[in-house]
C-alpha cells in the first residue's frame, strides 16, 4: 500500500523490493503461509532488507522483540486472533513499514480500516497505529473473558454444576495466557522506547506517541490483571459455597449420630452375654422395658430437643436453601 493516498496493489516479492528502494511511506503486507517455513533465502534479502539483524523475519517460534538499528527498527508483536496468540513481524523506517505474518491478520486489516480517518503522517505513526491495535486485540479478549467470569460467578450463586469448574479454569488459563504473552513483550518494548526517548534527537511528536502507547499498555495490563482477580474471586466463590454445602452435611451426619449413638450403646449391652442378665433379666416384660422402651423413650427425648432448641428446623431451611441453588 502506497501512502499517504492509499493505494493498496498485490505485487510479487520482486515488485515489493523494488517499491521498498524507492517509494516514500509504504505498507508492505507479506503474508506466508501456515506451517511451513519459507525456502530459499531469508525474507528479509528477498526483500532488500540487508540486515544481518533481520534474519528472523518470518520464522516461527520467535519471542517478543523490539529492537532499533540506527534509522530502522524491528518488532516481534504479539495479537489476538480467534482467541489464539500470534506474532507479526515488523521492520519500520523513515520511508515505509514492513509486516510479517504466518495467514491472513485481522490486525492489518483493521489497521488499514483505520487509515481514512486517522490518515497517518510518516511511517512511525502507522507503527503506532499498529501496536495500539495490537494492543486493543489484547483488551477485547481480556474484557470479553471479565464479563464472562462474572455471568458465570452468577451462574455459580443460582445454582452450582460442575462442568462450571471447568469453565472457571478455561477462563483463568486465558487470563494468564494474555499475561504472559502481553508482560514480556510490554518490557521489551517499553524498555527500548524509553532508551530511545532518551536521546536528543527524538522527535517531540513521536515521544507523543510514544507516551500515549505506554499509557494504553497500562491500561490493557490493569484490564487483564482485573481479569485475573476476577477468575480467583470467582474460584474462591465456588469453593466458598461447596464448603458451605460440606459443613451442612457434616452436621446433619453429627445430629444423626448423637441420636444413634446411645442406642448403639444399648443394644451392645443387652447384647453382651453376662450373669445378671442372662440370669435375672429373663421375663418378657423386663426385656419390652429395658431393651426397647429405653430407647424409644430416648428417641423421643432425641427428637424433643430437636424440636426445642431449633436444629431441625435450621437443618430443613439450610436443604430448602440448597434446592433453591
Known amino acids: ?116 480517518n486517522e490518515r497517518p503522517a510518516d511511517a512511525v505513526a502507522m507503527l503506532f497505529l499498529l501496536l495500539d491495535e495490537a494492543l486493543e486485540t489484547y483488551r477485547e479478549s481480556a474484557v470479553q473473558a471479565l464479563l464472562d467470569v462474572e455471568d458465570l460467578e452468577d451462574e455459580v450463586f443460582r445454582r452450582r454444576q460442575p462442568e462450571q469448574v471447568y469453565r472457571l479454569a478455561r477462563l483463568r488459563r486465558t487470563a494468564a495466557r494474555l499475561h504472559h504473552t502481553l508482560l514480556p513483550y510490554h518490557r521489551v518494548t517499553e524498555e527500548t522506547v524509553t532508551r530511545r526517548m532518551m536521546s536528543g534527537n527524538f522527535p517531540e511528536e513521536r515521544q507523543r506517541l510514544v507516551r500515549e502507547y505506554q499509557r494504553t499498555a497500562r491500561l490493557v495490563l490493569t484490564d487483564i490483571e482485573s481479569l485475573q482477580e476476577a477468575a480467583r474471586r470467582a474460584f474462591g466463590t465456588y469453593s466458598s459455597l461447596v464448603s458451605g454445602d460440606q459443613n451442612g452435611v457434616i452436621n446433619r451426619l453429627a445430629i444423626v449420630s448423637t441420636i444413634f449413638l446411645p442406642l448403639t450403646f444399648l443394644t451392645g449391652f443387652f447384647g453382651m452375654n453376662f450373669a445378671y442378665l442372662t440370669n435375672e433379666l429373663e421375663s418378657g416384660a423386663v426385656f419390652w422395658l429395658l431393651a426397647v422402651g429405653l430407647q424409644v423413650a430416648f428417641l423421643a427425648v432425641a427428637l424433643y430437643v430437636l424440636h426445642r432448641t431449633g436444629l431441625w428446623r435450621r437443618l430443613r431451611d439450610d436443604d430448602g436453601r440448597t434446592d433453591e441453588d
Open 1 to 116: 500500500m502506497s501512502m499517504p493516498d492509499g493505494t493498496m496493489t498485490r505485487a510479487h516479492v520482486s515488485e515489493a523490493r523494488e517499491r521498498l528502494a524507492t517509494s516514500p511511506f509504504l505498507l508492505v503486507d507479506v503474508e506466508l503461509p501456515e506451517g511451513s517455513p519459507p525456502a530459499g533465502q531469508p525474507l528479509a534479502h528477498l526483500l532488500g532488507l540487508e540486515a544481518e539483524d533481520l534474519e528472523w523475519l518470518g520464522a516461527e517460534g520467535e519471542s517478543a522483540r523490539a529492537e532499533f538499528f540506527g534509522d530502522s527498527a524491528a518488532f516481534v508483536v504479539p495479537a489476538i486472533e480467534a482467541g489464539e496468540v500470534v506474532h507479526v513481524h515488523l521492520v519500520v523506517t523513515e520511508r515505509y513499514l514492513v509486516t510479517v505474518h504466518r495467514g491472513a491478520a485481522r490486525l492489518v486489516e483493521n489497521l488499514v480500516a483505520r487509515f481514512p
